[in-house]
């Protein structure tokens, strides 16, 4: 059974930093494709971040130079590294995976609050 537990977020100020972990169990970690989809209100759920297992990363163009996706192949866990964050990134963020020959399947998501 694969499961994706995501953790991390929260409120943080303006310009601040934030990192989400989202901990993978029951899949092959280092076959699969690990991605960040986030979702404000009344928006649809876009791309955040995408990491290959060719460690090719892709990522939003609204995010590029602050945010980084990176990978724990031990712990089997996937991040995502938030700096100079900005009100819009205010959103609930889902952990993505896509294993070869498999469904996709999605974490429980986690709110991410920018606010003063």
């Known amino acids: 059974q694969v499961r994706l537990v995501e953790s991390g977020g929260g409120l943080v100020q303006p310009g601040g930093s934030l990192r989400l972990s989202c901990a993978a169990s029951?899949?092959?970690?280092?076959?699969?494709?690990m991605a960040w989809f986030r979702q404000a209100p009344g928006k649809e759920r876009e791309l955040v971040a995408r990491s290959s297992p060719g460690y090719r990363s892709e990522y939003a163009d609204s995010v590029k130079g602050r945010f980084t996706i990176s990978r724990e192949f031990v712990r089997r866990t996937v991040y995502l590294q938030m700096t100079s964050v900005k009100p819009e990134d205010t959103a609930v963020y889902y952990c993505?995976?896509?294993?070869?020959?498999?469904?996709?399947?999605w974490g429980q998501g986690t709110q991410v609050t920018v606010s003063s």
């Open positions: 993505k995976a896509e294993p070869t020959g498999m469904r996709d399947y």
């Open positions: 029951g899949l092959a970690f280092s076959a699969a494709t």
